[in-house]
């Protein structure tokens, strides 16, 4: 009879903790707060990159097109 009761508390306190063990998931701490900054920050940096690569690789498309035709000036002048 003593172990039913002691078994009986021990769920009850379980069913009553469990909510407020669930709720104190939602709140973030300092930490993880800062962590998603840092995240957020490297995800804008990596696109500031892509952006800036694929703005150089025109850069450089552009320019080869230009010594191409520089090039076939002079060819045409020979």
Same mark, same amino acid.
């Given at each position: ?32 707060? !800062? /962590? %998603?900054?840092? =995240? #957020?920050?490297?995800? +804008? @940096?990596?696109?500031?990159? $892509?952006?800036?690569?694929? *703005? !150089? /690789? %025109?850069?450089? =498309? #552009?320019?080869?097109? +230009? @010594?191409?035709?520089?090039? $076939?000036?002079?060819?045409? *002048?020979?």
């Amino acid at each position: 009879m003593r172990t039913d009761i002691l078994r009986n508390t021990a769920l009850a306190a379980l069913l009553l903790a469990a909510p407020l063990a669930l709720t104190a998931c939602d709140n973030k701490g300092p930490a993880e707060r !800062a /962590g %998603e900054k840092i =995240d #957020d920050a490297a995800e +804008k @940096a990596g696109e500031k990159l $892509e952006d800036a690569r694929d *703005k !150089a /690789g %025109e850069a450089v =498309d #552009d320019l080869r097109d +230009k @010594a191409d035709a520089a090039m $076939e000036k002079v060819e045409e *002048k020979k």
